[in-house]
């Protein structure tokens, strides 16, 4: 499984019954029960586009240094997503079952090479102390946010590639 794959299928879920679940709120929502597997290639598709436009974006800010705009549409994107997914689903029978942290975590473990989640805390770290650094040579608000916005994303990366690399699999 590639780890695009193995990304996309952390939306997903097994249900006792063989049926497959989305949860496009993550674990912060029930998820919508899934009639068949063209639909569920459906929506894996589509996640799988939104993640490399996300990328694409991140790319072009970081080589441009335009961060609040692209940031912005960063936003804008996740919003348009949202709508999106919501209404490919809104016909779906919701399900009462939700995922949890712990359940996503120990999937992400299982389905991601182990190359990935120390790649992935290497640059967790590196995002964590560019945020870090950028905190204490910014002077203007909108790089202030955006060095804020950094230094979180990097602590959770940190923390979330560490938690992967030692959980036990079941």
């Known amino acids: 499984m590639n780890i695009l794959d193995a990304m996309i299928e952390n939306s997903f879920k097994k249900l006792e019954d063989g049926s497959d679940a989305f949860y496009p709120w993550g674990i ?12 569920k290639k459906k929506i894996a598709d589509s996640i799988k586009y939104l993640y490399i436009a996300t990328f ?16 912005l549409l960063s936003i804008l994107l996740a919003a348009c997503w ?27 473990a299982k389905n991601y090479h182990p190359a990935f989640k120390w790649f992935g805390l290497v640059v967790g770290i590196m995002i964590t102390l ?14 202030i946010l955006i060095a804020l916005f950094l230094l979180l994303v990097g602590i959770f990366c940190v923390w979330a590639y560490s938690k992967m690399l030692f959980l036990k699999e079941k």
């Open 28 to 39: 912060f929502a029930k998820g919508k029960i899934v009639p068949n597997q063209a639909e």
């Open 56 to 71: 694409v974006i991140l790319i072009i800010m970081l080589t441009t240094k335009a961060y609040l705009p692209f940031f």
């Open 82 to 108: 949202q709508f999106y997914a919501n209404q490919v689903v809104k016909n779906y029978k919701t399900t009462e079952i939700k995922v949890t942290y712990s359940e996503n975590m120990q999937k992400s």
């Open 130 to 143: 560019l945020g870090g650094a950028l905190i204490l040579f910014v002077r203007e608000w909108p790089e």
